[in-house]
């Protein structure tokens, strides 16, 4: 590991929607390199001392931001409503995406709990066979027809979804109902109806 190194990974995170994959050894060369860092500070001139003394400090600086960046995704991706972690989640951040959602899910049962009454538990459940069917609805998928350019986003799935015009793709429904409702996109099966009636 080496500052060059970081920086391709920092600026891979902050340029991806998505949680990039780290090096399988990440945590350890990381701690190796700032430890030989440290060592040869200690046992440098005062000349050179100086230039590992920056090059520590910007390392640190670039491992803070790439942590900083990824809790941020890991964050947003447990509060999503996603089941099950991502790939290359490091065995940290796992703990911090179960712990993010197991919090969540405490916090929606104590807002349900406090709009419809009854214990934070009973609340945490669905109340009904219709609310039920609602959470299986949200899960699926629908095929839509992108009508204009949008930029890249992520689904409430955890995949990025780069379109275009015209592309035809299968999105979460939750995803493809947002784009719908804003006029760049329309259920495919829809489109292909209103085409039949206009030939």
Not at 35 to 50: I, N
Not at 61 to 70: H, Q, W
Not at 137 to 144: A, G, H, Q, R, T
Not at 158 to 177: C, W
Request: proline content about 4%.
């Amino acid at each position: 590991m080496d500052v060059e190194k970081l920086w391709a990974i920092l600026d891979k995170e902050r340029n991806t929607a998505s949680l990039q994959e780290l090096p399988e050894r990440f945590c350890e060369d990381v701690r190796s390199y700032i430890a030989r860092l440290e060592a040869e500070k200690a046992e440098a001139d005062d000349t050179r001392r100086g230039f590992v003394e920056d090059e520590l400090r910007n390392a640190r600086m670039k491992v803070e931001d790439i942590v900083r960046r990824r809790i941020g995704k890991i964050i947003k991706l447990a509060s999503s409503g996603m089941d099950t972690p991502p790939r290359g989640m490091l065995p940290q951040e796992e703990e911090i995406f179960q712990a993010v959602k197991r919090h969540v899910a405490a916090g929606k049962a104590k807002i349900f709990a406090a709009i419809f009454g009854g214990s934070e538990s009973e609340a945490a459940k669905p109340r009904n066979r219709e609310e039920e069917q609602q959470i299986e609805e949200d899960n699926k998928y629908e095929l839509v027809r992108v009508l204009d350019n949008i930029p890249a986003f992520m689904g409430i799935d955890g995949r990025v979804y780069k379109v275009g015009r015209e592309d035809v793709i299968m999105l979460p429904r939750t995803n493809a109902e947002i784009l719908c409702n804003r006029g760049v996109a329309m259920r495919f099966e829809a489109y292909r109806k209103r085409g039949e009636v206009t030939r």
